[in-house]
């Protein structure tokens, strides 16, 4: 199926004479020659597994809602798409494992996919359905791309899927960073496996067989079963060798290897590829690397994401007015103090109303639907030229002629 055919490929590292990470050792480079990396294993590397953990725990917990263009102004509308999306997806997955879930297709395999099952202008609700079950029957037309998604037998048009793409040329099917970066996740991939190795074996050194004389072919088994045994059991830790015969390492010890340094190095760059700060995953993160985090990492794919509800989950005549976007101020919420700095300065710039802000709180509502005006500012309107001064209750204008008079103010 074309939707692994990308999945198949051997890890080979190309190169790696240039690089830092010089892979001398006979062993590792055996190691790495004989592993197909796919998403299975590759989640078996720390750095992976926690850069992708980090993003996709992170957006699960932004909710995204439903906005209307209005009288130049945007309103939040109440819709079930928002319930879909945040809460219950009526499938089997909740909101936040929804969007979990696409997010880590995204990143890992061709995209992430889900049905969007409708009747008419009611949301029923929204089907998860992973990549390897899809298969994609294209157009040969490289001008007019057309596609139908073919999932257990039935034929489905591109508009009942929302479709969650990263590096597309297509439109149906991306670039995973698993496919982008096989030579370095396949480098790393095989340090992991070289230090599983060691602590099976107890440390015990791969290597070959040298006799000064010819070996019969009965010596020959006996050898081989008595290493078999001695890397395959913790009982067997020696073996005896005839005179003549002698066992040469093939394999560096983890010193030589600089093992620790290296896994270091990689896995700061995996985190390279997901633009994550090293520190994030480690639990040392500062909060100008958690910011970065956000700007680099977070906000990037939560565009992807609305972008794609704007194009799949809206109707055609719904696509000028309304919009979908997430509410950044939940990832603020563990953060009490940087929280409520922000909604100061939105109070005291006039940006929102306090019943707003403790709305965003989930607070009751005051009942007190004012924004704040300094005396101490002047308004100007651009438009009029006119020039209102709260302090004095009097109206000036920038234009020749008298001021805007005002009942009850002063004159100009």
């Known amino acids: 199926m074309w939707v692994r055919e990308m999945m198949e490929r051997r890890a ?145 048009r591109p508009y009942q899927f929302l479709k969650m793409i990263r590096r597309t040329k297509n439109g149906y099917k991306g670039i995973s960073i698993v496919d982008e970066s096989r030579d370095l996740l396949g480098t790393a991939y095989a340090y992991v496996m070289f230090e599983q190795k060691l602590v099976t074996s107890g440390g015990t050194k791969k290597g070959f067989l040298q006799a ?28 005896v060798l005839n005179n003549g015969i002698k066992f040469q390492p093939a394999a560096s010890t983890s010193t030589e290897m600089q093992l620790n340094e290296n896994k270091k190095t990689m896995s700061n760059d995996i985190c390279k590829l997901f633009m994550v700060p090293p520190e994030i995953i480690n639990g040392a993160a500062t909060d100008a690397q958690k910011k970065l985090f956000i700007q680099e990492a977070i906000v990037p794919i939560l565009n992807v994401m609305c972008t794609s509800l704007n194009r799949d989950l809206l109707l055609e005549r719904e696509k ?43 607070l009751p509502a005051l009942e007190m639907p004012f924004i704040k005006l300094g005396l101490q500012d002047v308004l100007y309107d651009p438009k009029t030229g006119d020039i209102y001064t709260p302090n004095t209750n009097s109206w000036g204008s920038v234009k020749e002629g008298a001021g805007k008079p005002q009942e009850g103010g002063g004159e100009t």
Request: charged share 25%; proline share 3%.
């Open 320 to 362: 000028d007015t309304l919009f979908f976007a997430p509410d950044l101020t939940e990832l603020t919420q563990g953060d009490i103090k940087a929280r409520f700095e922000a909604w100061g300065i939105a109070a005291d710039k006039g940006i929102m109303q306090i019943d707003e802000i403790r709305k965003k709180e989930n």
């Open 212 to 239: 000064d004389n010819k070996l019969k072919q009965e010596e020959i088994n006996l050898l081989r079963q008595a290493f078999r045994n001695l890397y395959g059991s913790n009982d067997e830790n020696i073996v």
């Open 12 to 156: 080979m590292p190309k190169g790696l004479e240039d690089s830092s990470l010089k892979l001398t050792d006979v062993l590792l480079q055996a190691i790495v020659g004989k592993t197909t990396i796919d998403v299975s294993n590759v989640m078996s590397i720390p750095a992976f597994a926690g850069c992708v953990n980090a993003i996709c725990n992170t957006i699960a917990t932004v909710p995204i809602y439903l906005y209307e263009k209005k009288n130049n102004a945007v309103e939040r509308r109440n819709d079930a798409r928002e319930r879909l999306l945040n809460g219950d997806t009526r499938d089997t997955l909740t909101g936040a494992d929804f969007k979990r879930a696409l997010v880590f297709d995204y990143l890992t395999d061709i995209g992430g996919y889900a049905y969007i099952n409708r009747r008419g202008t009611h949301w029923l609700s929204l089907n998860y359905v992973e990549p390897s079950k899809i298969s994609i029957s294209e157009s040969v037309d490289p001008i007019f791309k057309d596609y139908s998604l073919l999932v257990g037998g039935r034929e489905f």
